[in-house]
């Protein structure tokens, strides 16, 4: 398969789905109240669009202070845990149950903590969107050939050396792979903190549009949030395949 048909893959199924939605929506008389149409989710896009573009814009820079933090705090316990055995024997148990709750029960307790607003949708989207980069740096650490770094040390490396010179420099695929995921996550987490403990933002508009039946406004809402999500993916996957080439087969994927 060329590039082109790679590229328009993607475009052609969501066209395909979207088509099929209307016919199916059209011809089995499906109300909006039930299951709006593709049609009627874009009729409610344009009228409200203002509404939804202040709503949309809070939800984005709260995703992405939340993600910020993430990036800072994955990479620091990554490289911890993925240089050290004993860090890694220590840490990593206790990351993988902490990252077993329901991070949606800490929003109540957030809300104590720092009210209701910007607080809790920030540190929830920090709290479900770390785990995924620090396990990716972690194990492109610690899965270091041995040799590798043996050579190294013997021609005078210090640890850290190996650290940033080949350590870091190996482990960046792992890293964009983390973002990639990380960042949908985090946009899960800012929209239902949004959705309990918020009088702005998308979570906020779908609990709204929701309680007064407009079913339309809130597919709307979730359209945007998807769109938001997979722009910033296709951000994080061009600049993998500027800066990784090297670590995909044919120098780009």
């Known amino acids: 398969m060329n590039k082109t048909?790679?590229?328009?893959?993607?475009v052609a199924l969501l066209a395909a789905v979207i088509a099929l939605w209307e016919i199916l929506c059209r011809a089995l008389n499906v109300s909006e109240f039930i299951f709006p149409s593709p049609s009627q989710?874009?009729?409610?896009?344009?009228?409200?669009?203002?509404?939804?573009a202040g709503h949309a814009w809070r939800t984005y820079w709260v995703t992405m202070a939340g993600f910020g933090i993430s990036i800072v705090v994955g990479v620091a316990l990554g490289a911890l845990i993925g240089s050290s055995r004993v860090a890694?024997?220590?840490v990593y148990p206790l990351m993988t149950s902490f990252?077993?709750?329901p991070k949606a029960a800490f929003v109540p307790v957030l809300v104590v903590w720092f009210g209701i607003g910007?607080?809790?949708a920030v540190l929830t989207a920090f709290l479900i969107s770390f785990f995924?980069?620090?396990?990716?740096?972690?194990?492109?650490l610690a899965t270091l050939e041995p040799e590798?770094?043996?050579?190294?040390?013997v021609l005078g490396a210090r640890r850290l050396d190996v650290l940033l010179k080949i350590g870091l420099p190996r482990s960046l695929p792992y890293f964009y792979a983390s973002l990639k995921v990380a960042i949908t996550l985090a946009f899960v987490g800012s929209t239902v903190s949004e959705m309990n403990a918020a009088n702005e933002g998308i979570g906020y508009l779908l609990v709204s549009a929701g309680s007064a039946m407009k079913m339309p406004l809130a597919f709307s809402g979730l359209m945007v949030i998807g769109v938001m999500a997979m722009a910033m993916y296709e951000l994080f996957a061009l600049v993998e395949r500027r800066t990784t080439a090297w670590a995909h087969r044919g120098g780009q994927r």
Do not use: K
């Open 118 to 120: 910007v607080g809790p």
């Open 99 to 101: 990252n077993a709750l």
């Open 148 to 153: 590798l770094e043996d050579v190294l040390r």
């Open 41 to 52: 989710i874009l009729q409610a896009t344009i009228d409200y669009a203002p509404v939804i």
């Open 5 to 10: 048909a790679q590229r328009l893959a993607p």
């Open 88 to 90: 890694y024997a220590a």
């Open 132 to 140: 995924p980069i620090m396990v990716n740096i972690a194990t492109g």
